[in-house]
């Protein structure tokens, strides 16, 4: 049968996939000042606090099926062009899960399964950076099984589709999911593939505020080039620093608020950039959730380290504010970064005289004992093997890794090669040592949830005190973490998520419950392998029929 029009498309791209796994950079667009990093000319740059913060849409599914008394929703994404309004003059295009940034919303109660069926719209390469948009999509947060889990080499082409299985059978948490093509996660997330991934339960429901008082923030920092497209500068693979900061893909923005407690679900979806964050007025935040869920009790805090992919829930009382006070969610930054003139602000909240509804529950209470965590319950006796690794950045070569092995290993060796292989069920303590000189590691481990039990020898900081799944490593720390690992066999990554890093190559895998030579029944690349998009076939074939019958009445 005759191809179409994108078939041939991706067959021309094709041959890009044969650089990714040399690890070739973008070279970088401009230098950088003190100052500002953007080319574009300062009468064209957003100013703090002159946009409204957006919120992004629900995603519904469109199919919802009971089979053998469970419950699955079946939802349905695409990756593909778009644009966005983030500069007053400009319009920025941008990579997004149905064209937007951030991607929809998707909440799902405890124990509904989701099939998430992800589109890859894209054209065969990157529009402006020029590598092959060849996707994959990792629900990071989520314990799926490794062929679901986004593994950086299961990669879905353009014109191609991959039905996602997730289980969520995890207590509430906020997760995202994001882009984790091998050697092009950063430019791809950059680009605007990330969205927010709610599990909810009836615990936190009757704990926490909801509706429009529960708000999910994604947090990003992003550079803009001279007429007003995003800039990509790594400055030779240490990191992406931009000198805007954006909030749901708002510069700056402003939200108002009434005088009760709002819950805020922060996500830090940028590439590089850590924060500090703290309020103008300096009065404490209260810590109730961390990337695992709720905290067994909530902590009262003045500011918190928020790594790249970290997600920290925080409840703020506006009901001791003046009508008309303005407070501010500031950065303090932390060592290392690259910082300008506004990066030391994030958003404004506005305190309005709205009345508020005292029936609900949650407008005045802050709650302190929470919900238990098993992961939190863990103890070091449980631990049947205590192991350490080194984060290394080479000096000759430009690359990072964990101890000495780097992803590229992990490929030579046909993805057997592992940093670790616990058993099934295993409870472990992992220690991880950043002594690669100047800069700091935000350290997702896959699969599981943790709990951190020091750090530099230290008690870990009170806002650490829940189940996470990113370790802040700053310059020469030393983190030791407990865990259990399970409930799936398979092999599942470890990376660093400075996402400059991860793509140049500070990312391993480990494998649990597996043999040497055991078959991998959840191959994490062939198991479950994307399939050709049939639904976009059919739209394309009836635009060419179109086409030519335009032609022919011509």
Same mark, same amino acid.
Not at 148 to 174: E, T, V
Not at 324 to 353: C, P, W
Not at 376 to 404: C, E, G, P, Y
Not at 482 to 487: A, E, H, Q
């Given at each position: 049968?005759?191809?179409?029009?994108?078939?041939?498309?991706?067959?021309?791209?094709?041959?890009?996939?044969?650089?990714?796994?040399?690890?070739?950079?973008?070279?970088?667009?401009?230098?950088?000042?003190?100052?500002?990093?953007?080319?574009?000319?300062?009468?064209?740059?957003?100013?703090?606090?002159?946009?409204?913060?957006?919120?992004?849409?629900?995603?519904?599914?469109?199919?919802r099926v009971i089979l053998n008394g469970e419950t699955?929703?079946?939802?349905?994404?695409?990756?593909?062009?778009?644009?966005?309004?983030?500069?007053?003059?400009?319009?920025?295009?941008?990579?997004?899960?149905?064209?937007?940034?951030?991607?929809?919303?998707?909440?799902?109660?405890?124990?509904?399964?989701?099939?998430?069926?992800?589109?890859?719209?894209?054209?065969?390469?990157?529009?402006?950076?020029?590598?092959?948009?060849?996707?994959?999509?990792?629900?990071?947060?989520?314990?799926?099984?490794?062929?679901?889990?986004?593994?950086?080499?299961?990669?879905?082409?353009?014109?191609?589709?991959?039905?996602?299985?997730?289980?969520?059978?995890?207590?509430?948490?906020?997760?995202?999911?994001?882009?984790?093509?091998?050697?092009?996660?950063?430019?791809?997330?950059?680009?605007?593939?990330?969205?927010?991934?709610?599990?909810?339960?009836?615990?936190?429901?009757?704990?926490?505020?909801?509706?429009?008082?529960?708000?999910?923030?994604?947090?990003?920092?992003?550079?803009?080039?001279?007429?007003?497209?995003?800039?990509?500068?790594?400055?030779?693979?240490?990191?992406?620093?931009?000198?805007?900061?954006?909030?749901?893909?708002?510069?700056?923005?402003?939200?108002?608020?009434?005088?009760?407690?709002?819950?805020?679900?922060?996500?830090?979806?940028?590439?590089?950039?850590?924060?500090?964050?703290?309020?103008?007025?300096?009065?404490?935040?209260?810590?109730?959730?961390?990337?695992?869920?709720?905290?067994?009790?909530?902590?009262?805090?003045?500011?918190?380290?928020?790594?790249?992919?970290?997600r920290y829930e925080v409840l703020i009382d506006f009901?001791?504010?003046?009508?008309?006070?303005?407070?501010?969610?500031?950065?303090?930054?932390?060592?290392?970064?690259?910082?300008?003139?506004?990066?030391?602000?994030?958003?404004? *909240?506005?305190?309005?005289?709205?009345?508020?509804?005292?029936?609900?529950?949650?407008?005045?209470?802050?709650?302190?004992?929470?919900?238990?965590?098993?992961?939190?319950?863990?103890?070091?006796?449980?631990?049947?093997?205590?192991?350490?690794?080194?984060?290394?950045?080479?000096?000759?070569?430009?690359?990072?890794?964990?101890?000495?092995?780097?992803?590229?290993?992990?490929?030579?060796?046909? *993805?057997?090669?592992?940093?670790?292989?616990?058993?099934?069920?295993?409870?472990?303590?992992?220690?991880?040592?950043?002594?690669?000189?100047?800069?700091?590691?935000?350290?997702?481990?896959?699969?599981?949830?943790?709990?951190?039990?020091?750090?530099?020898?230290?008690?870990?900081?009170?806002?650490?005190?829940?189940?996470?799944?990113?370790?802040?490593?700053?310059?020469?720390?030393?983190?030791?973490?407990?865990?259990?690992?399970?409930?799936?066999?398979?092999?599942?990554?470890?990376?660093?998520?400075?996402?400059?890093?991860?793509?140049?190559?500070?990312?391993?895998?480990?494998?649990?419950?597996?043999?040497?030579?055991?078959?991998?029944?959840?191959d994490p690349i062939h198991a479950a392998k994307p399939?050709?998009?049939?639904?976009?076939?059919?739209?394309?074939?009836?635009?060419?029929?179109?086409?030519?019958?335009?032609?022919?009445?011509?």
């Amino acid at each position: 049968m005759d191809i179409s029009r994108r078939q041939a498309l991706v067959m021309g791209g094709l041959a890009g996939l044969g650089v990714i796994g040399a690890g070739l950079v973008t070279a970088p667009v401009s230098s950088v000042s003190a100052k500002s990093a953007s080319a574009l000319d300062e009468r064209h740059m957003p100013r703090p606090y002159q946009s409204t913060l957006t919120i992004p849409p629900r995603l519904s599914p469109y199919k919802r099926v009971i089979l053998n008394g469970e419950t699955t929703h079946f939802y349905s994404l695409s990756q593909q062009l778009g644009t966005a309004k983030i500069l007053p003059n400009h319009t920025t295009p941008i990579l997004g899960y149905n064209g937007i940034f951030p991607g929809p919303t998707i909440r799902v109660e405890r124990g509904v399964k989701a099939v998430l069926r992800m589109r890859n719209r894209l054209p065969a390469t990157h529009p402006e950076l020029g590598h092959t948009l060849a996707m994959s999509t990792h629900l990071h947060g989520s314990a799926s099984l490794p062929q679901f889990d986004g593994y950086a080499n299961d990669l879905c082409l353009p014109g191609f589709a991959k039905d996602y299985h997730f289980p969520n059978f995890q207590p509430a948490r906020s997760i995202w999911y994001h882009d984790h093509a091998v050697h092009f996660t950063a430019q791809n997330v950059y680009s605007g593939l990330a969205g927010h991934y709610h599990i909810t339960d009836p615990e936190e429901r009757e704990l926490l505020p909801q509706g429009i008082y529960d708000v999910p923030l994604t947090i990003s920092d992003a550079l803009f080039t001279a007429d007003g497209k995003l800039g990509y500068d790594s400055r030779s693979n240490s990191g992406l620093f931009g000198d805007v900061v954006l909030v749901n893909g708002q510069a700056w923005p402003v939200m108002k608020v009434q005088k009760r407690v709002y819950r805020f679900r922060i996500l830090n979806a940028s590439v590089s950039r850590g924060y500090r964050f703290h309020l103008s007025t300096g009065d404490p935040v209260t810590m109730v959730g961390t990337d695992g869920g709720l905290m067994p009790v909530a902590q009262t805090v003045a500011d918190w380290r928020h790594g790249g992919a970290e997600r920290y829930e925080v409840l703020i009382d506006f009901r001791h504010y003046a009508t008309g006070q303005r407070v501010e969610l500031r950065n303090l930054s932390n060592d290392n970064n690259r910082d300008y003139d506004h990066t030391d602000k994030i958003m404004a *909240f506005d305190v309005v005289d709205t009345p508020v509804d005292t029936k609900d529950p949650t407008w005045n209470r802050i709650p302190t004992t929470l919900v238990p965590s098993e992961v939190m319950d863990l103890q070091t006796a449980a631990a049947v093997k205590t192991r350490h690794f080194r984060l290394k950045h080479h000096d000759v070569t430009n690359i990072w890794s964990i101890d000495d092995t780097t992803w590229e290993d992990v490929i030579a060796s046909n *993805f057997r090669k592992v940093m670790a292989n616990p058993g099934l069920g295993d409870t472990e303590i992992w220690e991880f040592e950043n002594n690669s000189g100047g800069w700091n590691h935000p350290l997702h481990i896959h699969l599981v949830d943790f709990k951190i039990l020091s750090r530099n020898g230290r008690a870990p900081f009170a806002y650490e005190a829940g189940p996470k799944d990113v370790m802040y490593l700053g310059e020469g720390e030393t983190v030791r973490a407990l865990m259990k690992f399970g409930p799936h066999r398979g092999r599942y990554m470890v990376h660093c998520h400075n996402l400059v890093h991860e793509d140049h190559s500070m990312m391993a895998q480990y494998s649990v419950g597996l043999g040497t030579d055991e078959e991998d029944l959840n191959d994490p690349i062939h198991a479950a392998k994307p399939d050709w998009d049939e639904l976009e076939e059919a739209e394309e074939e009836a635009e060419e029929a179109a086409e030519e019958a335009a032609e022919a009445g011509a």
